[in-house]
């Protein structure tokens, strides 16, 4: 067993697709566009299925905007460098919402950032993970 994908229901897929491209280096890997149910779906990911998860983002007709919850936390994304990746995403245009440093009662070195539906992500330094060249 294997986790296939993460699923976000977004507000604008464009916006939503050109944060994951163009502030996180994902690349868009399929859509599929309903229009008998009234939705379109776009996977995203650093590599597709089955070498590593993806991320689908799910936009329903007409929904500009989703109540996020109190029972989700974030996505977790490995990079190499965690203080690099955050200047990278800042000055792609990208939010932070807790500077690079180490987590509070640890070691590991971290950051937040926020796409624009407000989902949180987080980046954890992982110097050995393959496949994290896009920071």
Known sequence: MRILHTMLRVGNLQR????????????????????EYQY??????????????ELELTYNYGTESY??????????????????AVEKIRAAGG?????????????SEIAFVQDP???KIELI????????DKF
């Open 16 to 35: 939503s697709i050109d944060f994951y491209t163009q502030v996180l280096g994902m690349q868009l890997l399929r859509t599929a566009d309903n229009p």
């Open 40 to 53: 379109t779906l776009a996977f995203l990911g650093f590599e597709a299925n089955p070498a590593q998860a």
């Open 67 to 84: 109540d996020l919850g109190n029972a989700y936390g974030h996505l977790a994304i490995g990079v190499p460098d965690v203080y690099a």
């Open 95 to 107: 939010t932070i919402t807790r500077e690079a440093g180490p987590v509070k009662g640890g070691t």
């Open 117 to 119: 539906d407000g989902y």
């Open 125 to 132: 330094q992982r110097a050995s993970t393959a496949g994290m």
